[in-house]
Each structure stands twice: as structure tokens, then as C-alpha cells.
């Protein structure tokens, strides 16, 4: 077993709640982390299979669950560095071990010995005297196993193995090559009279960035991760506003003379032919059969059911509302015609005159502090009796991560939460949560370290840090997400925290956002950052009258990259996909979201998710779980709102189970029946 040495994964961390000692981790334990740890766990199942003793759930399943706490340890520090705040070093190594990895647990995955005991539990599993979680991990682990290709004779699995092994460092490569393409392709103003339009914190928070790279007296805009920018609703200088949409689209789809560079296009055609030949050796048409076979949609059908049915509808009122902003267009004499990167500008006009709306109006009133503290941990501490107490003396992977301690009403510490939101060139794109540390009864981990990232300007100094409605809405939603890796409580580690069916696991992070303009949640953080008036009623009673403004557009622009997704996984093994332009054009006209002036939200070569995230056929989630969310909000609109015992029910049925059961079970012991699809139809204007 692995040595107790300088390196400080080789043991549970000492400091409170276990968070990792960042400033003792060092580039130089990494690699060796991960090679004892790798080597610690085959041990660990060696002794499962080589044991005399007959297969029981003590020596399978909790020997099983056990092992492998040294490579856990390293991989959720790493991987977190490496999205975080990534380097040559990372980028190089999450290469290297990408393979690896995967041929790690391919091992204990397919491994004849370790099946046959896992299959021979199951046999016994009604006769055995278990707790209901016991046997659903008896259940999840049969699945699992035989999804993966345990009972494969040993030349399948030779060739599952080459499968997995290269799309790990595809994907991975996928990865790197977005970032790097981000960077590249921020966009560099010369002149700052070509950012009219945007707010003061804006250009300083361009300036900032460009100084950074040391582009002295010049401008930059970051990329954000999805095709449109924020800053295309306000800049008026038509020019710029396309570049920074093209910049945008660019993403992956270059390279250089000698066909390098960060072209994604190969990768794209590569994986998604990998991913369909593994599902054709594993029994499955293609890989979205293979995928919703084992998560709450079970079938491709039933995916492409709710995203088709609802496709049409979303590009008609999509078109209408292209109509009427080409009105406005045409008023004021544009004399052009309505593109994708002058949509968000001329929508903010409609929606002010249509509905004296103005959400650049509201971003005095969203200072990321305010937002935070009398937000996002009001909400948590009103529904859930959680308190959040700043620890300065605990630091995490990076100067901007900052730690908080967790603590319920009777002042019990129950775990840490970290925050690291603002941008930098380090840091990959879009938003997300992770955990560090996960609770489990088996492991005597009673505490949690959850992490959100964000990707939000930096202001220059002594400046305010205003957030866009969106970017508000952004961080209720990943709080979400972490709430539900720290209210979750399980006895064993495969269901801690957000450990569910990954066509559910945004359902708690899309409730969390309904607080965002809860009048008891609003009236406490929405605060003039210079004044202090309370954001005026008439801003939120408009921007929720226009609740559905746009909605055609956001919908249409939504299903047309599930669908993509769809697509994508839906070809079988012997379809090779050889132009990744052509092949997008014709899936998003099949489905008649193949307006040009509604773009995907992602298209293939920056569309992380699915390529290097683990949404591969996976992103009609979002849309899935809106079902239960907008249903849970009309429940909480019917019981109350934001009480203590909603919250103590909400946590106590669904949040606090983590993955222990059937996730829609769980919901209809929490809601007393199957969510209902009228309020998403309400909410979206699908009716």
C-alpha cells in the first residue's frame, strides 16, 4: 500500500473538513499520486478476486467501495487544478494520465473475477437481509458492470480497452485545444470608443485583461464558452459586434499550413465514430442508446420525443420575434437585415419598448458581493438554516478561490465552500461545481468540500464587480449544484453527493434558480452598490412580465445544440461523417432550427460539453430536468415559497438522497405524483 512519504495525498488531509493542503501540493506529486494510487486500487481488487471465500456484499460490494481512496484524493485535486487554473504542466500531464486512466478502470471494470462475484450477489440479492441503499448498490453496480462490457469475451474487451483508451486522450486534447482557441481568439480592441454602449466596470474589466497580457492601452474581450456574448445585447458599433461573434464561432475550426493548430473538426469526426463502433460492440444501435440506456430517458426515442416535439413551436416564435426586431431594424433605417450578432442588441431594444425593460439598468443592483452574501447563502440559510462564514485562513487552488465554512443553524460544520469566479486565461470556459471532498457514512466522511466556478470579468481595481442578469442567474444555478453535494447523505461513496443519473443532476441546480428573484430574496441582496436603494419593484414586476420575451430564440438556440447532440450519437458504427459543417447544417435543418440568425448555442467544435465534458449525448439534460423544475416551482409557489419547512422537505426527500435511489422515485416521494410538462410549455411559451 502506498507510502506515507512527503507526498501529501498519500494520506487523508489534516486540516478542517479535509480540505486538500494546497499550499503543500506541489507539480511533483501529482504523477506519483496517481501511479500509487492506480496501483494501490488494483491491489485492493486483487485481494476482492483472489480471496477463497465465497462472494457476500461485506467482501464484493464494501471492499469494492473502499478501495481506491488515494486516487480519488489526487484525481479531485487535479482535475480541479486543471480546469481551474491549468498550466503546461497540467495540460501536459491530464494528457499523459488520460489514457491511463482509462485503462485503470477498464481493468476493474471488465474484469472476469470481479464480475462473476458481482453477478453472483445480484442472483442472491432478494434473499439477502440489506438496507434498501445496500441493495440499490448491488443494483447500480450489475448495471454499471455489464453496460461496460464485463461479460465481453477477452477480444471484445481488448478492443473496448483501444476504444476507451483513445477517446480519453482525444477528449482530452479536445479540451486543451478550446482553451488554447479561446485565448487566441479574444478579441483585441484598439480603440475604446469602439466599446460604446458597454458600462464603465465593462471597459475597465477590457482593460484589465488586456494589461494582463500586457497589451498596454488597448482592450480585450474574453470569449465566453456559448456562441453569443453578454456584451452583444449593448455594444452599438455593428463591426465590432460581428467580430466578436465570428471570433466566437471560430473556436476549433482553424489550423495551421501544416493542418495542426487547434482545429477540432478531425476530433469531432473522430470521437463521435469511436463512440458509435464501442456502442456497436457493447449491443447498442449507437452511442445515445448506450448512454440513455442507463439513465431516467432510457431510450434515444424518448429524448428525441420531448426535444422534436418541442423544436417546432420554439422556431416559430423564434420567427416572429425575428420579425420584429427586423421592424425595428427597418425603422430606424438600418437598411440591413437581421443577423446573428445583432439579435441580443435589437431584442434589448424591443424588449425596453415593449416592455420598458431595461436589464443593463439592473446591474448597479447586482454587485457579486451583495449577490453572494444577502443572495445565494440567504436563500440557503432561509430554506435550509445554512450559515456561511468566511475562513481567509484556508486557502485553495488559486489566490481567487475562496473558502467557506458551512455550518447548520445549531452551529455544526458540515463541510466548505469554495468560490472562484472570475476569469482568466488559465481557467476554461463556461461555469460548473466539483467536489473535493465527499460525505460517506462507510468512509467516516461526514463533511463536504464543494467548489463553483465562474468565468465573470475582473473589474480594474477599486471597481465594483456588476453582474449581468444572467451571470446572476449563472451562480444561483451552480450554487445548486452545490447544495446538493453538501446536503446529500449517503452510507456509501458511489451515492454522495451529485453522484445521480446525469439526466437529473441538473434538476436541483435549475430549482436553486427561481430564488434569484424571490421578492424575500431579492428585497436582501439587489442593493444601488453606490446608494444603497433597494433595486426599484417596477424593474422586477417588467423583466417578469417579459418572463417569455425572447423565449423563442433561447429555446430554439437550446434544442439546436441538444439535437446536434442528438445527431451526433445517434449515427452507428458503420456511418463515417467526413465534413463537420455539412453534417451540422443538415441535422439543424431536419428539425427546422437552421436559422442563421439563431446559431446553436454550441456549435461541434466548441461544444465542450459533449466533447470533453461527459454530456456526449447527454445535454437534452437541461431541457429533461426543466420538466421537474418548473413543476417543483409551481409546488413551491402552491406551499409558501421560501419557508424553513419547505426547505427541511425538499432537503430531507431529494436533495439529502444524493444517488441512494431511483431519482424520479425520489421525486414522487417528494411531490406525491410524476412531474407535470404544462408548467415548462407555460414557461417557455410553448403552448
Not at 434589448?348 to 444577502?374: C, I
Not at 440567504?378 to 456561511?388: C, D, E, I, K
Not at 470579468?457 to 465594483?464: K, V, Y
Not at 430549482?511 to 436603494?533: D, I, Q, S
Amino acid at each position: 500500500m502506498a507510502s506515507t512519504a512527503n507526498n501529501p495525498f498519500f494520506a487523508r488531509s489534516t486540516l478542517p473538513y479535509q480540505l486538500p493542503p494546497f499550499a503543500q501540493i506541489a507539480d511533483a506529486h501529482y504523477r506519483p499520486a496517481f501511479v500509487q494510487g492506480m496501483t494501490d486500487q488494483l491491489a485492493e481488487v486483487a485481494l476482492i478476486t483472489g480471496t477463497a471465500d465465497a462472494p457476500t456484499f461485506e467482501n464484493t460490494f464494501v471492499a469494492l467501495e473502499r478501495s481506491g481512496q488515494t486516487l480519488g484524493r489526487v484525481a479531485e485535486v487535479f482535475f480541479t487544478q486543471s480546469s481551474s487554473d491549468s498550466s503546461d504542466f497540467t495540460n501536459d500531464l491530464e494528457e499523459e494520465l488520460a489514457p491511463l486512466l482509462a485503462a485503470h478502470a477498464d481493468s476493474i471494470r471488465l474484469d472476469p473475477a470481479l464480475y462473476t462475484r458481482i453477478s453472483a450477489v445480484h442472483s442472491q440479492r432478494t434473499s439477502l437481509s440489506l438496507d434498501a441503499e445496500s441493495l440499490y448498490l448491488i443494483d447500480r453496480y450489475y448495471t454499471e458492470f455489464t453496460l461496460a462490457g464485463a461479460g465481453l469475451d477477452d477480444e471484445d474487451k481488448r478492443a473496448l480497452g483501444d476504444f476507451n483508451s483513445r477517446l480519453s486522450t482525444l477528449t482530452t486534447r479536445f479540451e486543451k485545444n478550446l482553451l488554447a482557441d479561446t485565448n487566441e481568439l479574444a478579441l483585441v480592441i484598439d480603440d475604446v470608443a469602439e466599446l460604446a454602449g458597454l458600462t464603465d466596470g465593462e471597459i475597465s474589466a477590457a482593460a484589465e485583461a488586456a494589461a494582463e497580457r500586457r497589451l498596454d492601452g488597448k482592450y480585450l474581450i474574453s470569449l465566453v464558452l456559448p456562441t453569443s456574448h453578454p456584451y452583444l445585447a449593448s455594444l452599438t458599433n455593428r463591426s465590432v459586434r460581428e467580430r466578436l461573434l465570428t471570433a466566437s464561432r471560430a473556436r476549433g475550426i482553424r489550423s495551421d499550413e501544416a493542418g495542426a493548430g487547434n482545429d477540432n473538426q478531425p476530433l469531432v469526426i473522430e470521437i463521435t465514430h469511436l463512440r458509435a463502433q464501442r456502442a456497436g460492440l457493447l449491443g447498442f444501435d449507437s452511442h445515445a442508446a448506450y448512454v440513455t440506456a442507463d439513465e431516467t430517458a432510457k431510450t434515444p426515442g424518448a429524448v428525441w420525443d420531448l426535444l422534436g416535439g418541442l423544436a417546432p413551436a420554439a422556431a416559430r416564435n423564434a420567427l416572429v420575434e425575428q420579425a420584429d426586431l427586423q421592424a425595428v431594424i427597418d425603422a430606424e433605417g438600418g437598411g440591413f437585415e437581421l443577423a446573428a450578432w445583432d439579435w441580443a442588441f435589437y431584442t434589448e431594444k424591443v424588449r425596453r419598448a415593449k416592455y420598458d425593460v431595461d436589464t443593463a439598468a439592473m446591474r448597479p443592483y447586482f454587485e457579486l458581493e451583495s449577490v453572494l452574501a444577502n443572495g445565494v447563502f440567504f436563500a440557503a440559510q432561509q430554506l435550509y438554516g445554512l450559515s456561511f462564514t468566511a475562513r481567509p485562513d484556508l486557502v485553495g487552488w488559486h489566490p481567487e478561490a475562496r473558502v467557506f465554512e458551512v455550518s447548520t443553524d445549531d452551529g455544526t460544520g458540515i463541510g466548505l465552500y469554495i468560490g472562484d469566479f472570475y476569469t482568466r486565461d488559465s481557467k476554461r470556459g463556461g461555469a460548473w461545481m466539483n467536489s473535493l471532498v465527499s460525505q460517506s457514512a462507510l468512509l467516516s466522511t461526514d463533511t463536504t468540500v464543494v467548489c463553483n466556478n465562474l468565468n465573470v470579468s475582473r473589474p480594474a481595481a477599486g471597481q465594483p464587480t456588476l453582474l449581468t442578469y444572467d451571470q446572476v442567474t449563472t451562480l444561483f444555478h451552480e450554487f445548486g449544484h452545490a447544495l446538493h453535494g453538501l446536503l446529500a447523505r449517503a452510507t456509501y461513496p458511489k451515492f454522495s453527493g451529485t453522484n445521480v443519473y446525469r439526466d437529473f443532476v441538473e434538476f436541483p441546480s435549475q430549482v436553486n434558480e427561481m430564488w434569484m428573484l424571490w421578492p424575500e430574496v431579492l428585497a436582501n441582496y439587489a442593493h444601488h452598490y453606490e446608494t444603497g436603494e433597494a433595486m426599484p419593484q417596477h424593474l422586477v414586476s417588467r423583466i417578469q412580465a417579459s418572463s417569455a420575451f425572447n423565449e423563442g430564440f433561447l429555446t430554439s438556440e437550446y434544442l439546436a445544440a441538444a439535437l446536434l447532440d442528438q445527431a451526433w450519437h445517434r449515427i452507428d458504427a458503420d456511418t463515417v461523417v467526413t465534413d463537420v459543417a455539412q453534417f451540422e447544417a443538415d441535422a439543424l435543418a431536419s428539425v427546422g432550427l437552421d436559422n442563421p440568425a439563431v446559431p446553436t448555442r454550441y456549435a461541434s467544435t466548441y461544444f465542450a460539453h459533449t466533447f470533453s465534458g461527459g454530456y456526449d449525448a447527454g445535454y437534452y439534460s437541461y431541457i429533461w430536468s426543466e420538466v421537474l423544475d418548473a413543476d417543483t416551482v409551481e409546488w413551491f409557489k402552491e406551499n409558501g415559497g421560501l419557508t424553513r419547512t419547505n426547505g427541511d422537505r425538499f432537503r430531507d426527500r431529494l436533495l439529502g438522497v444524493g444517488g441512494t435511489k431511483d431519482p424520479l422515485e425520489a421525486y414522487r416521494h417528494w411531490r406525491g405524483r410524476d412531474a407535470a410538462l404544462q408548467p415548462l410549455l407555460d414557461r417557455r411559451g410553448l403552448n
